[in-house]
């Protein structure tokens, strides 16, 4: 990595052994590349039984009857529920209540759990589900946003939601109006006056972009323990990415006080926004109070593709119109996105996508509508890039089409439209710290480029099976920009609180950290253990396992956690070094640090701080104006690909990456965030796609569903610039979703380049290159 900083660090800490700005290791490094790590499929407790769910193999369908009386038959079966059983609210959402708990009068999407089994041993708990008769009246499945919203050729499909849904109390979209009918949220954008722009651009360029369902793929399949308490609670030990939003839904549909529904974090093996609604979270506390006993659900693979929301499929049409020297006069995009069966966060992941539609550009009229449909599809939520991943597809590709209609290079055009510190967003908000687009793409101009491919086989696509001499080998480069807002936007009350504990344990000045914020694989718990050690000079930090009984620390999504939980712990720190120097008279806080032990004695001091960035404010409805967003983060890639046009194959020969973060916590964690996001957008634009037909899911296993490898996955130049936000707590800011935003798009431009084709639809296929000119 290479570290660059043109300005001021603002609150800069001092580099100290594991403190912010150093390569701190990670607690749990070594027991995961050791397979010492406890997953929350891990979790074991003696005389427990085990929970399957029966699921619908329809997408759309009317349940006639049901009938379990076969599956309560099977020795060691000690629970058979159905919707009748929910003893609370049966809906439930992350965001609205409109997705049952189990299904009752109709399913609709493949995979809706329909009831539940819970048993001695797994084998048996899945043997009695396949026994449970349930008569279905299959419907004709509605599969196509534009159609369920009437924008297609045949008018309106069937209305699959015909009731407003309730919104839930934690939800981010409080200010949206609720889902109703097949829509569950239209944004506009609305700035200047596209038409007259229209009349006096110089170059008018349009397209039609297509991106298909992701997957998060991330290790560990959905699991978790439900413990049956006391009290008439229940403790459930679960895999997720927001410990209070899921007890909140859960307490819904059990119908009890959040103080007798307890939530610990078990072991997560990565989420990328899959783990951010519930999967097995009620089913396993139904199981566990009907029966008496700890229950626990794992999924396996195929199952987890049916378990949770994926990313979603998109279509999207842009005109982007241009003054003869390049400048963008106008952009007008209309953009549908698949939400599938139920709502999720698809409300934010439209908001995410028409705000961040037009790409970090200074554009002067805008006119944007971002729609969100209800489908009989997958369920699709929040994954990694959120909204404006799908979005840069299209805008990118888009001023590359203009580039090459204007005859000017594809970098250029990018910098002279590039927002800089200033500039106005098509929101209206000005850009009020770092905004450096135009250095990132200077940047990565600047970095020498990977040398030809030479004469060994292995280094050419298709060259490892012999398949190919490399005679239809062509290179292509490709360059691509984004951005993305950090945090939770438009309006939402974005929070998270700490609790900080400073001790003497053992004899020796001890600080615990407590929040409630999820470790999903990020290192979160490393940060705070270096925002600690700053803080309070002790090296000595050990963070509490992340529960309810702390309040809330949001969700480990929207690259905020850093900023938003790491803003409640360096504050709580401040808090708790204040109250030591009050207690000792003195104001240096090197001196106490000498007496600390005897200080202390056996009277901790502990400070609980609920910490929260500066407001955003929800967008005008009709025009998409105001302040919506706390902070942006930008991220440029460069793609070198060679691509044998006559066999349809395609090898990432490299990706450069130029990032700014404000400041790098933790350098070493911020190159693998890098790389991380940079795999995902490469796989999006190349390999990986949920394939779905009729609603149904034809590729639920990573034999048919194919993500990056190693061998995949290119070498990487990174560039990392620390340009401070002076509104962040030590000027850091969000990292790990903009790789993901860049990567996939400048990919496909290098496609595009080595094949003479203008490609419209991710990921690419090798029908899609093969016999396309080239020369």
């Not at 992941?349 to 805008?366: D, E, F, H, R, T």
């Not at 929101?427 to 990565?444: F, I, K, N, Y």
Request: proline content about 7%; charged content about 20%; glycine content about 12%.
């Amino acid at each position: 990595m290479t570290s660059s900083a043109t300005g001021t660090r603002i609150g800069a800490p001092t580099r100290t052994d594991g403190g912010v700005g150093t390569d701190a290791s990670r607690p749990d490094g070594t027991l995961k590349v050791t397979g010492e790590f406890a997953y929350g499929s891990d979790l074991w407790m003696d005389d427990m039984l085990w929970g399957v769910t029966l699921r619908s193999p329809h997408p759309h369908a009317r349940i006639r009857s049901l009938d379990i009386g076969a599956a309560l038959a099977v020795p060691g079966v000690y629970a058979v529920l159905t919707a009748d059983d929910v003893p609370g609210a049966l809906r439930y959402g992350l965001e609205f209540a409109d997705q049952p708990v189990l299904a009752k009068d109709v399913v609709l999407y493949q995979g809706e759990p329909v009831a539940l089994v819970a048993a001695d041993h797994p084998e048996t708990a899945r043997r009695a589900a396949a026994r449970i008769v349930v008569d279905y009246a299959v419907l004709e499945p509605v599969t196509d946003a534009r159609a369920a919203l009437g924008h297609g050729e045949h008018g309106p499909a069937e209305t699959l939601h015909p009731e407003p849904t309730p919104v839930m109390e934690l939800s981010r979209e409080a200010a949206v109006l609720r889902p109703h009918g097949n829509l569950i949220r239209h944004l506009k954008v609305r700035k200047g006056d596209v038409e007259t722009a229209r009349a006096q651009a110089h170059v008018v360029v349009s397209g039609e972009y297509e991106v298909g369902m992701q997957d998060q793929a991330f290790l560990g399949p959905e699991s978790g323990l439900a413990v049956p308490a006391e009290d008439g609670g229940v403790d459930l030990y679960v895999s997720t990415q927001w410990l209070h939003v899921d007890q909140q839904q859960v307490c819904r549909a059990l119908g009890l006080p959040p103080e007798k529904v307890r939530l610990t974090l078990a072991g997560v093996g990565g989420a990328f926004g899959g783990r951010e609604d519930l999967s097995m979270h009620v089913h396993a506390c139904m199981l566990a109070m009907h029966t008496g006993k700890p229950v626990k659900m794992s999924y396996n693979r195929e199952e987890s593709f049916f378990g949770h929301v994926h990313r979603h499929p998109a279509r999207l049409h842009y005109d982007h119109g241009f003054a003869a020297d390049g400048q963008l006069l106008f952009v007008e995009a209309r953009i549908w996105l698949d939400g599938g069966a139920y709502a999720s966060s698809s409300a934010a992941v439209v908001g995410n996508a028409g705000l961040m539609g037009i790409g970090p550009y200074v554009v002067p009229n805008v006119r944007m509508d971002c729609w969100g449909a209800y489908t009989n599809n997958p369920p699709c939520g929040a994954m990694r890039g959120f909204g404006a991943v799908q979005a840069a597809f299209a805008y990118e590709s888009q001023m590359d089409k203009g580039a090459a209609a204007l005859g000017i290079d594809p970098v250029e055009v990018r910098v002279r439209n590039a927002m800089e510190e200033g500039s106005v967003a098509p929101t209206g908000q000005v850009v009020d710290s770092a905004a450096p687009v135009a250095e990132l793409l200077r940047r990565l101009q600047s970095m020498p480029m990977p040398a030809p491919a030479g004469d060994d086989l292995r280094d050419v696509p298709g060259g490892v099976s012999n398949t190919t001499h490399g005679e239809g080998v062509r290179r292509g480069v490709g360059w691509a920009v984004g951005y993305k807002n950090i945090g939770f936007s438009e309006g939402f009350d974005d929070s998270s609180t700490a609790r900080v504990r400073l001790e003497v344990v053992g004899g020796e000045p001890t600080v615990t950290v407590h929040t409630a914020a999820a470790e999903v694989g990020q290192g979160l718990v490393t940060v705070q253990q270096q925002i600690a050690r700053t803080e309070l000079g002790i090296d000595r930090v050990v963070v509490a396992p992340a529960d309810t009984a702390v309040g809330s620390g949001g969700s480990t999504s929207a690259s905020r956690q850093t900023y938003v939980t790491g803003g409640a712990v360096q504050e709580a720190c401040r808090r708790v070094r204040s109250a030591v120097l009050a207690r000792a008279g003195r104001d240096d806080w090197e001196e106490v640090l000498d007496d600390l032990t005897a200080l202390l004695g056996d009277d901790p001091v502990e400070e609980t701080v609920t910490w929260r960035h500066r407001p955003t404010e929800a967008v005008d409805p009709e025009t998409g104006q105001g302040d919506a967003h706390v902070q942006y983060a930008f991220a440029a890639h460069r793609a070198v690909v060679d691509v044998d046009v006559e066999l349809g194959l395609v090898k990432v020969v490299e990706m450069a990456c130029a990032q700014d973060v404000g400041l790098a916590v933790n350098p070493l964690a911020v190159l693998g965030q890098i790389h991380g996001g940079s795999a995902q957008g490469m796989g999006l634009a190349v390999m990986e796609e949920v394939v779905v037909t009729d609603g149904q899911i034809r590729n639920p296993s990573f034999t048919d569903y194919l993500i990056p490898t190693i061998l995949d996955m290119p070498p990487m130049q990174v560039e990392v610039l620390e340009l401070p936000d002076p509104h962040a707590p030590y000027g850091l800011r969000g990292v790990g979703e903009p790789p993901t935003v860049s990567s996939g798009p400048a990919v496909l431009a290098a496609i595009r380049d080595a094949t003479g084709r203008f490609l419209t639809r991710v990921p690419v296929r090798p029908d899609d290159v093969v016999g396309l000119p080239h020369g």
